[in-house]
């Protein structure tokens, strides 16, 4: 794989120097902090508007909002996401592969041990994991704690990639476990030959969300490809063909089938998602039947998801705020395409270090066009960044990328 060598190298020391300070700012946090939609840990917005949906989203959605950062002033409780910690865990399994420094190892062999306490609670066919907080959104309610599809494919991540640098099968045990909750609890919103659509929760729900399904896809094929097995691969199959069909002639994916069922259409950090998820799944299953629908996705989202500056784009349609979980992912994303997208990446590390980052060792939340909030919300801010900054100089530092991190040709 041929790597422009204009793009690579210049400021990675920089880069170094502020994944360490954000990993040792989040660690003296003890990985709890305050996270997006967490208004209602508040004991008084929960005693004042927890009563109905409309008015828990407008409790939600003003803490969300706001331009300052108004949870020390409602008294919510800082508080552990296990969607955090697996992005924490992973940051520090590549920060270990890169510098040899057992001590990363060890920080993340800590993490995924709270998260195996951090288990949902409740009569679930397998583990799963869910947000420490209730949750109202426009399509349902969720009480705190109750599992969820995104968190429990994520923290899964977490633990194949520590699988596979020290090859504990008990990690894949902890896989398998999941990957019942997922198949067997989660209402079944599309079932076809080829295709197969899984619901967000294990609640009475209509709403497909894309990513969900190949979120799900990826971690069972990665599962089988490391255990041999073929028990759920025809699951896997159909979860992300299901997604895959759902690309629009120009690339791009909607958040949600049909798109008019949200608001949000093509946004940055789900299109990524989506991408990523993708791409784990054709190298586990060794099947690059869907590059060319992935080729064309990638280029919709360095095309119109990003600005020149590097800055991230809220949605192809719209540009602020510039979030920096849309910044993380970019370096997420095209760390694997430094060979075509070398300008971009460095652009938008640039941007993110310039714009966003404090030097006591964390990230800020959003550029709006008029002002920056500069509050850390711990996983939504510093466990993204922390995640990118680590895999992009996990690849710089490989003379030729692991398998599981290279491009399909």
Same mark, same amino acid.
């Given at each position: 794989m041929h790597i422009d060598n204009q793009y690579l190298g210049s400021g990675s020391?920089?880069?170094? #120097?502020?994944? !360490?300070?954000?990993?040792?700012? @989040?660690?003296?946090?003890?990985?709890?902090? *305050?996270?997006?939609?967490?208004?209602?840990?508040?004991r008084v917005l929960?005693?004042? %508007?927890?009563? =109905? #949906?409309? @008015?828990r989203l407008i409790?939600?959605? @003003?803490?969300?909002?706001?331009?300052?950062?108004?949870?020390?002033? *409602?008294?919510?409780?800082?508080?552990?996401n296990p969607k955090g910690l697996s992005l924490f865990s992973r940051a520090h399994i590549?920060?270990?592969?890169? =510098?040899?420094?057992?001590?990363? %190892?060890?920080?993340?062999?800590?993490?995924?041990?709270?998260?195996?306490?951090?288990i949902s609670p409740g009569n679930w066919s397998g583990n799963c994991w869910g947000y420490h907080y209730p949750w109202q959104d426009l399509g349902f309610y969720a009480k705190t704690n109750t599992p969820n599809?995104?968190?429990?494919? *994520?923290?899964?991540?977490?633990?194949?990639?520590?699988?596979?640098?020290? #090859? #504990?099968?008990?990690?894949?045990? !902890?896989?398998?476990s999941a990957i019942r909750f997922l198949l067997n609890d989660l209402p079944i919103l599309k079932n076809e030959n080829d295709e197969l659509c899984l619901a967000y929760m294990p609640l009475p729900m209509t709403m497909r969300v894309l990513d969900v399904s190949i979120l799900i896809g990826a971690v069972i094929a990665q599962y089988e490809q490391f255990t041999g097995s073929k028990t759920y691969l025809d699951s896997a199959r159909r979860l992300v063909s299901y997604v895959v069909h759902r690309q629009t002639e120009y690339g791009a994916w909607h958040y949600t089938d049909p798109p008019g069922d949200s608001p949000i259409?093509?946004?940055?950090?789900?299109t990524g998602f989506i991408l990523d998820a993708l791409q784990r799944y054709m190298v586990a299953t060794d099947d690059a039947s869907y590059k060319l629908q992935y080729d064309r996705g990638l280029e919709f989202y360095a095309e119109c998801?990003?600005? =020149?500056?590097? @800055?991230?784009?809220w949605m192809s349609d719209r540009d602020y705020p510039h979030d920096i979980h849309g910044a993380a992912q970019g370096i997420l994303t095209f760390s694997r395409h430094q060979n075509h997208h070398g300008k971009l990446l460095t652009s938008i590390i640039d941007w993110a270090l310039t714009n966003m980052y404090d030097s006591e060792g964390r990230f800020y939340y959003q550029k709006t066009k008029r002002y920056t909030k500069r509050f850390t919300l711990l996983r939504w801010c510093n466990g993204w960044m922390a995640l990118a900054l680590a895999t992009y100089l996990r690849t710089l530092s490989e003379a030729e990328p692991i398998k599981h991190a290279m491009d399909i040709s």
């Open positions: 020391q920089r880069v170094e #120097k502020v994944l !360490i300070s954000v990993l040792d700012w @989040s660690k003296q946090q003890s990985y709890r902090g *305050f996270n997006k939609h967490d208004g209602l840990n508040s929960s005693a004042l %508007l927890g009563w =109905s #949906k409309w @008015s409790a939600i959605q @003003s803490v969300m909002r706001a331009p300052i950062n108004l949870r020390p002033i *409602f008294l919510v409780p800082k508080s552990y590549d920060r270990y592969v890169t =510098s040899g420094n057992v001590q990363h %190892l060890q920080e993340s062999e800590y993490i995924l041990k709270l998260l195996r306490q951090l599809a995104v968190v429990t494919c *994520f923290v899964c991540e977490a633990f194949l990639h520590a699988y596979r640098v020290n #090859k #504990k099968t008990e990690y894949l045990e !902890i896989v398998e259409c093509h946004d940055n950090y789900h998801l990003f600005n =020149s500056d590097g @800055s991230p784009r």
